[in-house]
């Protein structure tokens, strides 16, 4: 079956610019998360949205960082004003939180490149 | 201080070798744990979840103390396609950061031959 894409897979932009990045969870699954992992680092927790609740945006490092979720389905992340230190794989997870753990799936990430 | 600590390595190990892997974590409350594989410039994924009673995978092992605050995961009979980064992920604990995954910095290990 179908796994959570992200589109684009590569995206170079210029500092200033904006840029989105979309999420495609597993169809059915109502949490989905937001992470991004700089070269040689861990994941760093960006957001998690979780059905209709309020998402958890604790760890948008800036106020340039949004994301929505529409229709409980795709995510879309706005990064606004890149910055070179903004340039990381940006990754994706869906979840079915059912209550079993480790239920999150990955997509393979769009990796960002800001000159 | 880190949520969620690791020794980043590299671990260099021959084939055949058992190798062991430790994990910190912060927040006595957190409720679900896991070690993830990641290949490089892949996405991570799910390798097993960690249960207090332990729990083993063929010939991966983990453990979790939570008195300690502390996971382990086990290589036995290291395999060249075990090479791979670790990451040891913490999930809940509390209402500011329930479903919410917290990963390490991960654990890099090289099988030789």
């Known amino acids: 079956g179908a796994g959570v894409s992200q589109s684009p897979s590569n995206k170079v932009t210029e500092k200033g610019k904006d840029v989105e990045l979309r999420c495609d969870p597993i169809s059915g699954h109502t949490a989905l998360y937001w992470y991004r992992q700089s070269l040689g680092q861990g994941l760093e927790f960006l957001i998690y949205f979780q059905g209709n609740s309020a998402p958890d945006k604790s760890g948008l490092p800036s106020d340039r960082f949004s994301a929505e979720r529409t229709g409980g389905s795709v995510s879309t992340l706005t990064i606004q004003r890149t910055q070179q230190e903004d340039s990381a794989v940006y990754l994706c997870?869906?979840?079915?939180?059912?209550?079993?753990?480790?239920?999150?799936?990955f997509g393979p990430g769009t990796r960002l490149t800001v000159l | 201080r880190k949520e969620v600590e690791q020794d980043p390595g590299p671990f260099n190990v021959p084939e055949g070798a058992t190798v062991a892997f430790n994990c910190t974590y912060s927040?006595?409350?957190?409720?679900?744990f896991f070690w993830y594989r990641q290949d490089c410039r892949k996405e991570p994924k799910l390798l097993m979840s960690v249960y207090s009673s332990g729990n083993e995978d063929g010939r991966f092992t983990a453990q979790l103390n939570r008195a300690s605050q502390y996971i382990s995961l086990l290589i036995r009979d290291s395999k060249l396609s075990d090479s791979a980064t670790y990451l040891c992920v913490v999930k809940g604990g509390g209402s500011s950061n329930t479903g919410k995954l917290i990963f390490g910095q991960g654990t890099t290990l090289q099988v030789k031959p």
């Open positions: 927040n006595s409350a957190s409720q679900s």
């Open positions: 997870a869906s979840s079915s939180y059912t209550g079993t753990p480790g239920s999150e799936f």
